[in-house]
């Protein structure tokens, strides 16, 4: 398997942030969170003060997943949402408009031709849906590979336009059901306890994804324990493009602010592809989905906020970019100690 490259945050940096931040007019540790996510900025970018969060970037993988009849709402909404999100009207772009952050949509997957949408949008599309996965492979040999490549290539294209933290959208109906299989295969831990009610299914609903995820991982025995077979057996096009956008973010030292259940569960499959990534990662916020909080614990990272929000479409890591704003106003700005009259 491809090794990847990742670079180091500047130790350096992080002990002269940490030791500034005593020094700041407060009582030591009293900004709490706050001085902990300094500190991560400055040994992300290297500098004390580190520079201001100017482009961030919000990338939505959209597309459907064979077992989008266990959802509470019918798999055209994917379609119908790309639409919503290049009108500039879904829960992202809004929440993203009040921070600044700019928003880009990608048919990855979607069920529908879209004919009708920008080419830029369909550029990277890997396949119409995916295999409905507590009977059939998620995706066909060779897809998941290339699925990663696009993720990482759009990373890149959004670098290069100077995007200095990125954010994993994701939009796909049935998508909770395929995070909830990936944690569960990636940890070991049962179906029952990484199934939530995703967009909203009663206790019933909740119990057929559970009845999926345990034939999913039935099927696939053994070839969970290599990522890409993972993401090829119980994953799908956008999980597996979300992952790469990851290790690329990672690959180039661009902070990535991850957001809910499905971006949390392509982490996990991404950390076991580049096991230094999770270093560029950083967690949005907490979402309602059980199998999100094995996947952060699992990575060692805690949500920055905890708004009980389900939405996903990156709606609630753009909302987290105000914290790490504030961080970095706090350590270039607050007065010191030493200079008390
Ligand atoms: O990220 C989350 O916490 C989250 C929790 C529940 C649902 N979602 C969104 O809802 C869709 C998946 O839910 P479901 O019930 O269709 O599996 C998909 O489009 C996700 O972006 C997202
Ligand atoms: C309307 C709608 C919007 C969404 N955005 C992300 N997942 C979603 C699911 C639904 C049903």
Not at 4 to 27: C, N, Q, T, Y
Not at 79 to 88: K, P, Q, S, T
Not at 283 to 297: I, N, V, Y
Request: charged share 20%.
């Amino acid at each position: 398997m491809t090794r990847f490259d990742i670079p180091s945050p500047d130790a350096a940096a992080h002990a002269a942030a940490l030791e500034r931040l005593d020094g700041l007019v407060k009582p030591v540790g009293s900004l709490g969170r706050l001085e902990e996510l300094a500190a991560w900025l400055c040994a992300a970018s290297g500098q004390v003060p580190p520079p201001p969060i100017a482009r961030p970037r919000v990338v939505v993988f959209a597309g459907d997943h064979g077992v989008s009849r266990l959802s509470a709402y019918p798999r055209e909404i994917t379609a119908a949402m790309v639409r919503v999100f290049l009108a500039g009207r879904s829960g992202v772009n809004v929440l993203a408009r009040e921070v600044g952050a700019g928003v880009r949509v990608l048919d990855i997957a979607v069920d529908a031709d879209l004919s009708d949408v920008p080419d830029a949008v369909r550029a990277h599309k890997i396949r119409r849906g995916s295999g409905s996965i507590d009977v059939e492979d998620a995706l066909e040999p060779g897809e998941a590979r290339l699925a990663f490549d696009v993720g990482r290539t759009v990373a890149d294209a959004e670098i290069a336009e100077g995007a200095d933290l990125l954010v994993p959208g994701d939009m796909g109906i049935g998508n909770t059901t395929v995070a909830a299989a990936l944690v569960a295969a990636a940890l070991g831990v049962p179906a029952e306890e990484v199934v939530g009610a995703g967009t909203g299914v009663d206790e019933a609903g909740r119990a057929r994804k559970v009845e999926a995820v345990r034939a999913g991982l039935a099927r696939a025995g053994s070839r969970v324990s290599d990522p890409f077979e993972l993401l090829t057996a119980l994953g799908s096009a956008c999980a597996a493009a979300t992952a790469g956008f990851l290790v690329q973010g990672a690959v180039r030292g661009v902070p990535v602010l991850l957001d809910g259940v499905f971006s949390g569960a392509a982490a996990l499959v991404a950390a076991e592809i580049a096991p230094d990534a999770p270093r560029w990662w950083l967690a949005g916020h907490r979402s309602t989905e059980p199998s999100q909080a094995f996947a952060l614990k699992a990575l060692g990272l805690a949500p920055i906020l905890d708004l009980g929000l389900r939405l996903g479409e990156g709606s609630g890591a753009v909302q987290a970019i105000p914290a790490l704003r504030a961080a970095r106003a706090v350590i270039a700005d607050m007065g010191l100690l030493a200079d008390l009259a």
